[in-house]
């Protein structure tokens, strides 16, 4: 019989998203060509529910797989009022909620408020101009300002032995070559083979082994819901369920796996456990101003 602890952490890399493009249970497609590429916005979606007797919004709720406060938001009566028999209700196609957006406003704007990844509201909205109303994903809407955050003051640490050249930033890419979008969801670290890549901050390695694109890559999960991620290495020094320290050495520079740009680096990512998921951030704000 496998051994329990094995099949768990079999089954957790099937959801490791790769890292030009995460949260693949959305089945969102790294590359947009056309609007056909992406759904009918979240918004054009919604379903009508006559209330029947008997029913409650925690019934209405489970049989539509959502949570009673998703309702709410959309039906804003039931704030006030019960459900009541021929009620007719908003049923949106997962859990979120509706914005009214201001004038200006970017996705990076509404992604950085709200936690989920600018490319991710960008086709859950229909791959189109920002509009007035957007749907957000996910069951914590209060934004990043509703967050117990405010001792917090960034990573501890630095992934590498000292300061290092960002080769290729996060977010939206368009690689002269191929002229195709593509969505970097962390930051390379320009280093030579063999220099040392350290850990972040304190935390318990997630994994540390082969995975896809990432090459040899090691993920760190640390208190407050925030993880880093560490890619393309030549080697790793530490083994899953390990407790690290910051400054801890996890393993070596590499050029493994399929790194998206030529000279030698540590592809490195943090990633916030939002509602939707490990939502990938710019790290940059996570790493401290050098002293």
């Given amino acids: 019989m496998l051994n329990l602890r094995f099949l768990l952490a079999f089954l957790s890399l099937l959801f490791i998203p790769s890292p030009t493009f995460a949260n693949p249970s959305l089945n969102f497609k790294p590359v947009l060509s056309a609007q056909s590429d992406c759904p009918t916005p979240a918004l054009e979606r919604l379903q009508r529910h006559r209330v029947t007797s008997g029913e409650t919004i925690e019934t209405i709720a489970n049989q539509y797989r959502l949570i009673p406060a998703t309702l709410i938001r959309f039906n804003h009566s039931l704030e006030r009022t019960p459900v009541n028999p021929g009620m007719e209700l908003s049923i949106p196609p997962m859990n979120g909620t509706q914005v009214q957006v201001p004038r200006g406003t970017t996705w990076q704007n509404l ?3 709200y936690g989920v990844r600018a490319d991710v509201l960008f086709e859950i909205n229909g791959c189109q101009d920002l509009p007035t109303k957007v749907f957000i994903p996910g069951v914590n809407w209060t934004g990043n300002q509703g967050r117990t955050t405010n001792s917090y003051t960034g990573l501890s640490g630095y992934p590498l032995p000292q300061r290092s050249e960002v080769s290729l930033a996060y ?3 368009s690689p002269r070559e191929t002229g195709q979008r593509f969505f970097h969801s962390g930051i390379d670290l320009l280093a030579s083979i063999g220099t040392n890549v350290l850990a972040a901050d304190a935390g318990v390695v997630l994994f540390a082994g082969t995975q896809g694109d990432y090459g040899n890559l090691v993920i760190i999960n ?3 819901g925030l993880q880093t991620r560490y890619g393309h290495l030549e080697a790793i ?3 899953q369920g390990q ?3 910051t400054g801890a050495r996890l393993g070596t520079v590499g050029i493994t796996g399929e790194p998206d740009i ?3 680096h540590l592809h490195f990512e943090v990633r916030y456990n939002s509602a939707s998921g490990w939502v ?3 790290p940059l ?3 401290r101003p050098q002293d």
């Fill in 285 to 287: 704000i996570h790493l």
């Fill in 280 to 282: 990938a951030q710019n």
């Fill in 111 to 113: 992604a950085e408020t």
């Fill in 243 to 245: 407790n690290v320290q």
């Fill in 171 to 173: 977010g939206w890419r």
């Fill in 222 to 224: 640390h208190a407050g």
């Fill in 262 to 264: 030529t000279p030698p």
């Fill in 237 to 239: 020094n530490v083994q």
